[in-house]
């Protein structure tokens, strides 16, 4: 798994943004099928006020999976590779007892 969000490098640093600017990047790296869509923006985070917004640009072209991580008080555009919820097969997950 590669989360692509490695210790920043001077030339892809994180930097906190504003809310507009979250907003701007939200739907630039929102693909058709993930779910990052208008209505899930106005649901949960154009009418909040007082958080925190980072972002830092996916530094591989194999990021193209985005997320955002948040707690109480800020939100994080983070991205991951396509690979990133592939979990190994466990004998537990592949049973195929009848």
Known sequence: MHTCQNPP??????????????KKYYFQYATPDSGWTADYWNKFYEHEQGKKYFFRRPETPECVSMTIVSDASQHRLVFLTEDAFDFPETSENTSTDT
Do not use: R
Request: proline share 7%; hydrophobic share 15%.
């Open 9 to 22: 490098q001077q030339d892809s640093p994180e930097s906190e943004v504003t809310k507009e600017q979250f």
